[in-house]
T-cell receptor
Framework: DSGVTQTPKHLITATGQRVTLRCSPRSGDLSVYWYQQSLDQGLQFLIHYYNGEERAKGNILERFSAQQFPDLHSELNLSSLELGDSALYFC?????????????FGPGTRLTVT | GQNIDQPTEMTATEGAIVQINCTYQTSGFNGLFWYQQHAGEAPTFLSYNVLDGLEEKGRFSSFLSRSKGYSYLLLKELQMKDSASYLCAVRSSNDYKLSFGAGTTVTVRA
């Protein structure tokens, strides 16, 4: 158990809908990262928040947005969902510098868009 | 940006040794990580290198050559439970972002 929690574990929804994925980082970690992993794309970095502020953006679609709240939990919002958005979405956390242990990953949310 | 290459698949026999290579090109290097990921599960941290040389942790060792943009993960005394995907990831010195390779699927056969 990494100490990072994600809800829900599974999500099935229809095209055009909007969903929110939630992540609680490890106690004491200020950084939260979101990744998308699909079968043909590998693990893709989406966005990084540190202590409530956006620090880095990857290949995140405009239909996707995220935020980190004062209690450090984070939410990833996916809207106007398409079939191609079906994937595993991972949240990871770390202290800013990640030290020698990199990032700790949560169990993921499996999103299926039908 | 980062460009990370690793082989797609490798197969080895239980008890044997397997070496997974990773080459990278980066605009700002701040460490290289190896993660293990079983199908449908979260990546878990295996090793970290920021200086050149070999880091050994039990059956797993990782090597880094920064001048060559090269790393390898060595898995010794392979066990069936080592069948998994192994991800090479490079950390950026600019924003601490991890960029992942596509992963190497290792299959251990009896």
């Amino acid at each position: 158990d990494s100490g990072v929690t994600q809800t829900p574990k599974h999500l099935i929804t229809a095209t055009g809908q909007r969903v929110t994925l939630r992540c609680s980082p490890r106690s004491g970690d200020l950084s939260v990262y979101w990744y998308q992993q699909s079968l043909d794309q590998g693990l893709q970095f989406l966005i990084h928040y540190y202590n409530g502020e956006e620090r880095a953006k990857g290949n995140i679609l405009e239909r996707f947005s995220a935020q980190q709240f004062p209690d450090l939990h984070s939410e990833l919002n996916l809207s106007s969902l398409e079939l191609g958005d079906s994937a595993l979405y991972f949240c990871a956390s770390s202290p800013l510098g990640t030290g020698v242990t990199g990032q700790y990953f949560g169990p993921g949310t499996r999103l299926t868009v039908t | 940006g980062q460009n990370i290459d690793q082989p797609t698949e490798m197969t080895a026999t239980e008890g044997a040794i397997v070496q997974i290579n990773c080459t990278y090109q980066t605009s700002g290097f701040n460490g290289l990580f190896w993660y293990q990921q079983h199908a449908g599960e979260a990546p878990t941290f295996l090793s970290y290198n920021v200086l050149d040389g070999l880091e050994e942790k039990g059956r797993f060792s990782s090597f880094l050559s920064r001048s060559k943009g090269y790393s390898y993960l060595l898995l010794k005394e392979l066990q069936m439970k080592d069948s998994a995907s192994y991800l090479c990831a490079v950390r950026s010195s600019n924003d601490y972002k991890l960029s992942f390779g596509a992963g190497t699927t290792v299959t251990v056969r009896a």
